[in-house]
């Protein structure tokens, strides 16, 4: 059974200034009251929704909604909503959300480099650490049962973000070497070889 609905968080009370009460005509008794909605799933907030605003007063008990309010009244109500801000955990589902699908995608990616390790094709390119704030690529040029050919490119980079730049066909080298898979499992399993395209 899925649990959901909407749950009013009170956010500011005052009492109004200007208007008299018009169920029994007391001065300065009506306070507001102004709450924001949320809409929730199991309880865990999702997301706020929208202010409701409502009036008591102090000495009839009586209780107005905001379209039951005199006009000052309505006015003061729309003032107090637009300078309160709701607590941001109202937020807290969306912000869930976020986090599983980001991890989600991140898991995806996880997922794609283990396979392209596992079962190397020619044309991949490996992205590789020589050293911190040295690296460079390895372009996959054949594939036999137990290793993968690689050629080295000539360049290097110093920043892992800009790799893309040094990934052009001319800077790959005539030459050519093995690497058994089990060693590539390493060199991934270590963060050696950090990303693969295909
Ligand atoms: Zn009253």
């Excluded at 637009?82 to 912000?95: D, H, R, S």
């Excluded at 372009?139 to 290793?147: E, L, Q, T």
Aim: proline share 4%.
């Amino acid at each position: 059974m899925i649990i959901y609905g909407g749950k009013a968080v009170h956010l500011k009370s005052e009492r109004s200034k200007k208007t008299t009460c018009p169920s029994c005509g007391t001065q300065g008794s009506l306070i507001l009251s102004v709450y924001r909605m949320h809409a929730h799933i199991f309880w865990i907030p999702l997301f706020p929704t929208v202010k409701r605003g409502t009036s008591q007063c102090q000495h009839c008990k009586n209780i107005l909604k905001t379209k039951e309010m005199p006009e000052s009244l309505k006015r003061e109500c729309e003032s107090l909503k637009n300078n309160t801000k709701g607590p941001i955990w109202q937020f807290a589902g969306l912000g869930i959300i976020a986090v599983l699908i980001t991890w989600g995608i991140y898991a995806d990616g996880e997922d794609k480099k283990l396979e392209y390790i596992a079962s190397p094709q020619v044309g991949d390119i490996y992205e590789y650490k020589i050293e911190i704030g040295s690296y460079s690529t390895l372009k996959v040029i054949d594939v036999s049962n137990d290793s993968v050919f690689v050629s080295p490119n000539e360049y290097e980079i110093n920043r892992k973000s800009k790799i893309n730049r040094i990934n052009t066909p001319k800077n790959y080298s005539k030459s050519s070497y093995g690497i058994s898979k089990n060693e590539l499992k390493k060199m991934y399993d270590s963060g050696e070889i950090f990303d693969i395209n295909r």
